[in-house]
């Protein structure tokens, strides 16, 4: 495990705190009976407040379609800025084509969405930067400023697209809280509801729920959901102000919403309506997320009209390419 700050505590008696660029045998402990022939040997290097970073946390030791899509989408858009992928494993195969051939920077951190976001919040504070989640497809060049997050709905700040200085008020408020906020049993203890509760306490009363509520109804009913993707008013709505950080709408980064009781994420995958180039070319927004967690077990295939393969095509076209040439799922 490279560890970027002291995150992790050895399981030494004295409980050690991990220096930074130190390597660590903590997580992923199935990897302890394998061997590999040539680890690849990468040197630390800290991110920056112009850094795109990503966090893998699933020890995988390459990357899916989904997830190395995100990673090229954010670079093609952003060629002037690096971009850094920690991953939880402690190595990954080089040789597989979606990895070959780029510098990838290993962290290993603790396999769960937990250790995402308390990571995220701690590279954050030490470094700054903009995080994204690795289901995140970066549509345009994100917003040329710092300080920003998003609205995932009407109640919810989220972090899963965050840009933000080092040392900024929220990620010290984040870090702080982070004990005290776990709960092994909520997903979002340390996520989105932190983010959100941390926001109310830096900004008291300057915080209101937003007012966009359209949702779908049937998803099943082509000419709502028509209506629903071309609607482009969402897009030009007031960000909010919180301190020095910027609000901004739902759909600027959560363009199709994830809520149970509508089916809309289920949009992304389906094929052979057109709602791939509808979404598209009305879209203002600046990232399509995917909500892995959620839709891990949906495929779309290569060649179709869904909004998932539209994105992917346009915006990571050597990934997409490559999964073309072999199953085609995506």
Known sequence: MLV??????SREPLGRIAREGEWYDLL?????????????QLKWRPPNEDSIIFTQTSCGLNFNGRQACAVESAARHHRHRSVIVYVTAPFIDMSHPLIKGRLWLI?????????????RAEILRKYGGTYMDMDALTLRPLPDRTNYLGRIDNETITGAIISIVKGHPLSQILVKSLPEAFDPFQTESIGPSLVTSALRELCPGNLTSS?????????????????????TSPYFQTSEICSNLTIFPEKMFYPIGFHFNTGERYLLFKRGRGYGQKFLRTSKAYSLHLYSSLTWMEEAMSGGDSIMEEAMMRNCPSVYHYIKGTDGRL
């Not at 970027?4 to 505590?9: G, Y």
């Not at 992923?28 to 690849?40: E, H, N």
């Not at 603790?110 to 250790?115: D, G, K, T």
């Not at 082509?222 to 209506?227: F, K, L, N, T, W």
């Open 4 to 9: 970027p700050s002291p995150l992790a505590r």
């Open 28 to 40: 992923c402990p199935r990897y302890r009976l394998q061997k590999m022939a040539k680890p690849s």
């Open 107 to 119: 962290n290993e951190e603790h396999q769960s969405a937990f250790m995402s976001d308390a990571s």
């Open 211 to 231: 007012t966009y509520s359209r949702r779908l109804s049937n998803a099943s009913n082509d000419d709502e959901v028509s209506a629903y993707l071309e609607d």
